[in-house]
């Protein structure tokens, strides 16, 4: 099988294996991630091969809907990509991919480093913050029953990785302790660039959000 061969079976492996997610991390999030995965690598010195089967596969099995279970997203990888005879350096390199792309907390520093993770990671980050960000958080909070916000439980910005994926914090909050952190953490030019915008479309609904909550017109 040729690369082209393998990308699109993994495209049809994820969209079958997704289908059912919830909407923030559906087969649409996985696509406009590799999309725009793919957009900043034209820019970047990276192997598009594993540019592409890492923006596929980075939330195989996202340990938030496994029970917390780290270690299936990167085992469900390595199976298919071991069984569609994919060189062993490049699962290797996918598979550290999957381990670190995942924001754990504001502090939280990442042990593994590549440029195809960081286009990757700045393509996963552009899903969670602009218009689409601010629909996939709030669908994710439906889902989980949180409340909208809670003027008497205040963001926190400190968190261990342990208390950010306990957290059952109003969905405002999330803001505060992600999203608006992540125009900063940006890898790539072309990653700042379009964050920048994102970033200030996010500002300005939630100045809205709380003249709407306070009354002010
Ligand atoms: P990462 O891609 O860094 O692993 P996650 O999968 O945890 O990030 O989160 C992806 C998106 O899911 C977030 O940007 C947000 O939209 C939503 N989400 C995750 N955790 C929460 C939360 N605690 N409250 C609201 N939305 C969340
Ligand atoms: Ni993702």
Redesign the pocket.
Known sequence: MNSEDIINKTKAFVKETLSGAEGG?DWF?IQR?FNNALLIAKNEPVDLFIVSLGALL??IADSKFHNGDETIGPKVAREFLFNHNVDSVVIEHVVNIIENISFKGGNIEQEFKSPELDVIQDA?RL?AIGAIGIARTFNYGGFKNRQLYNPDIAPNLNMTKEAYKASTAPTINHFYEKLLLLKDRMNTKTGKRLATERHEFMELYLKQFFNEWNGKV
């Open positions: 991390h999030h991630v980075h939330d996963d899903d």
